[in-house]
């Protein structure tokens, strides 16, 4: 132990009167090893951190694929013959988050995240009340009491933690719905802040086939694989087909034509998406960048050793082995790989608190990124790597069966050998090599980012965006007469507000992630049978929305209040829907569609818009189409009005309110006129 703190002060002096090699390599491995600590950790937090529930690796997320559709969600018949027929799944339950209710008759009105979920969703995560009991069966049945769970924040927040809140009635949009439950504070959804909790109502009765609206999740029974469970579904998408009716205008053949399948996955995925491949690359990258740390560390050893050969010579001339002096040189380098992950882990700290403060968007799981136990063992393996690695090639250079004749020679031709220089130029090669690698891969990344900013988005920059959230209840306000007029009202006072110069109401705001997709028909075709269109994009405008986007009309004409009054069958498409039935946008005008094949109105082309990249830059601009915000004879509804959502654009930042959701999410988009000296304000 003596001989030990002897080694380590000898050692520590020999650092401190070299002050200036010893700040250059210290801070040269804390920038490689903070940087490989803080990206490790948003690896650890996003992709290798467990979900925070009971046996994790037992859920799984239920989807359904089909060829020329893609990826599409859960139906309500789909979940019924899982339910009944499942010889795989423990439990199961659906759920859709984009969803914000309103709470009134509590101080003043307030729009608040909201959970729709079924009952055997929150038993197969594990969850368990603080209070109360969980949804039952009856909760998710059409016509029984409406009932609400809300969560330990809300309760705390809103009711000061009151516990006799269970039993009281709240006002959900415009609902009287009783609290049965608060959920415990450490119970969170996937990467939601949910406040309420609403069960969904279904109607077995009126279920049919189709409406793939639905995320579902399911737990798996012990020792299932997921092939099998994927098999199991597969067995029962027959089931389903044979159970439920088909919607009007449609036919059981439809859907078996169509091939659905299951598309089981890990749970875990629905949190994560795709971003796995993109931190393990900037992983591999950030490693890259550690390397040559290294090696720029170990060319500056080589250096101080060769500075200090008359030591060594004197040292071997009393009986020193190579192997002590090597070992003396592999623990001065442990040494300093030590203080500078000391200092790395500390940058890293910094750098992932500010990461967690921005919260960038895209990146899930923010609340589970830091310093915790496996990022340290991360930080302390990648220091003693790094000491061993830049350490060993001062270390095997002079522990070679000619260390004990070079020390013995004196004298200059020491100091110029070509042998000394060669290690010192093999790693002067792997720099340069490494260093092209990572200046290869920053180009295509760079080369990739500038051609996503040359994508031009089809509507004004976020800059000039604004978005206001509100909801006309039903059980207010029922007459979609009454819900036109009053959203019509919005929108003009809206347009006096000084500085705004158009506004408009959408169901579907650009980069948001929201969407509804559903089949379009053209009369001028004929379809065989079983043959499906593709599916298209639906969206819901009110007049005026492509001027306030900043979106070109290239032919024809933009909705009119008259139209959504009259209940025109009216519609609009992208050009890219246009250029893929007809040709192009002029051929598309007067040419009629509607949603599906049904009994519903044919709708007449009346304008052609320019392409808009709704799911982001990086991905295809999808084929739209554009519908009144009233409509008739709309998916088999005889009447249908939305009235949840509106979005506002002007040339200043910030927002008239935060997004809400509701069914369809229907948004108002506001855009400010210039003002005289190139100025603009929003009241």
Partial sequence: MELFSGQLKQMFRRLWRAPMFTLIAVLTLALGIGANTAIFSVLEGVLLKPLPYPDPDRLVGLCTTAPGFGDLDLSQSIYFTYLDKSRTFESLGVYYTRYRATVTGIAEPQQVRALLLTYGLLPTLGAQPALGRLFSAKDNSAGSPETIILSYGYWQRRFHGDRSIIGRHLQIDGKSRQVIAVMRSEFRFLDMDAEIFLPFQFDRAKTTLGDFGYQGVARLRPGVTLSQA????????????????????????????????????????????????????????????????????????????????????????????????????????????????????????????????????????????????PVLLFAIAISLFTGLLFGSAPALKYAGSHFATNLRDGGRAMSVSRERHRARHTLVVV?????????????????????????????????????????????????????LRMEEDITNQLKNIPGVGSVAITTNVPMSGQGLRGLLYARDRTYREGQLPPERRFILASPGLHQTMGTAILAGRDFTWSDENSKTPVAMVSESFARDYWGSAAAALHKQIREQDTNDDWREIVGVVGDIHYDGVDRPAPAACYFPLHLSNFFDEKEAVQRSRIVCHSDLAGRFGEPTQGGPPLDLVCQSESRPGGGSHTG
């Fill in 431 to 483: 720099q340069v090599a490494l260093a092209l690698l990572l200046l290869i891969s920053s180009g295509l990344m760079i080369r990739t980012f500038r051609a996503l900013t040359q994508v031009q988005p089809g509507f004004f920059g976020p800059e000039h965006l604004q978005t206001l959230s509100l909801s006309i209840p039903e059980s207010q306000v029922p007459e979609p007469d009454k819900v």
């Fill in 230 to 373: 994927n098999a199991d579904a597969a067995r029962m998408m027959a089931i389903t087909n044979r159970s439920f009716p088909p919607p009007p205008g449609s036919s059981v053949k439809d859907f078996e034509d169509a091939h659905l399948a299951p598309a089981l996955r890990p749970f875990k995925q629905e949190l994560t998406g795709d971003i796995g491949p993109t931190l393990w690359v900037l992983m591999g990258t950030i490693g890259l960048v550690l390397l040559i740390a290294c090696a720029n560390v170990a060319n500056l050893l080589l250096v101080r050793v060769e500075s200090r050969h008359l030591e060594l010579n004197i040292r071997a001339a009393l009986g020193a082995t190579t192997g002590r002096i090597a070992y003396e040189l592999l623990f001065e380098s442990l040494a300093i790989a030590i203080l500078g992950g000391i200092s790395g882990l500390a940058l890293a700290f910094g750098a992932l608190r500010v990461l967690v403060a921005i919260a960038p968007a895209g990146l899930p799981r923010i609340a589970q990124i830091g310093i915790d136990a």
